[in-house]
């Protein structure tokens, strides 16, 4: 009987159907690891995932780490659990490793807000500018690019070129106008934004802070000018962790996706930690749908299926890939 269920599972998996039905009673988390030894198979999550998908996690962190981390595996399949361009990233690095991600919708506003053709156009208006890409663009937008940073190491990227060089942003305008002030240089901005990072409300941050006037306001680059002006520290993910570890206060409002929650307060269990307010009260805005979409059943059915699987033309990884390890030797 065993031999035709698995018979079976495999017909499911090459017609690239995954059955989506679970037996109630298996403990998934416990199933998700033995499936990581069963496979050989590193679990890379970030922040912004469900609590118990970051509990799983081989390697649990910001963009620049998870790159770096899968810069750096050995196992036979690296198991994503992150967005779209995240995944794609470590394909490039990897080529001839699987690279799973447990769903092919998890895509991204930023990256969707550069297209390939609109950004080739908009370059080739500035063909003397070296481009910069933050990593949450597509394989085809970093093929396209002379350098690829994330918000950990932006200011190092834009540091290393030449002052006199003319310099092309993309594709957030918000981490740009922040580059911008922190690094001086004039940069020519692509523009794009991420949904959840815009948000925010500034209006009701300052109404917040006024009720709890003793908590820091913290926040990731990708929000909005005004709302970066009156943070207290402004940095990546894991530069926002670090932050609330070493900083002596007790209270923090934080402005980036809610996720990061969950490992704040591990780490800092005798702190609290307040979401910055959003614009529109009927939605929870400050998640990330496109992350949200992970869950751990998908999880779990994609490392049991080793599908969906990122794939990609080995020519454009081979373009993308350059611009990613320039800025991998450089961190
Ligand atoms: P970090 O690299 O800071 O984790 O940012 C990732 C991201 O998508 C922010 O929205
Ligand atoms: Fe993209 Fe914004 Fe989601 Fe980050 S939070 S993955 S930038 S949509």
New binding site residues.
Partial sequence: MKKEIDLIQNQLKNLGYVSSSIDKNLNLPDAIQHLKKEKNAVLLA???QEPDIQELADYL??????AQQAAKVEADIIVFA??H??AETAKIINPTKKVLLPDLKAG?S?ADSCPPNDFAKFKAQHPNAVVVTY??CSAEIKALSDIVC???NAVKVIESIPRDQEIIFAPDKNLGRYLIKETGRDMILWDGA?I??EAFSFEKIVALAKQYPKAKFIA???SESPVLEIAQYV??????LRYVQEDASSSYIVA??AG?LHEMQKRCPQKTFIPAPVEDDTCACSE?AF?KLNTLEKLYNCMLYELPEITLDSKLMEQARRPIERMLKLS
């Fill in positions: 970030h922040y912004y962190g910001d963009s620049l780490y998870l992150g967005v361009f995240m991204c930023l990593i949450n994330t918000s950990s991420c959840v990072h990731h680059p990708e940095g990546s993910t894991a530069g926002l980036t996706e990061i990330c992350m």
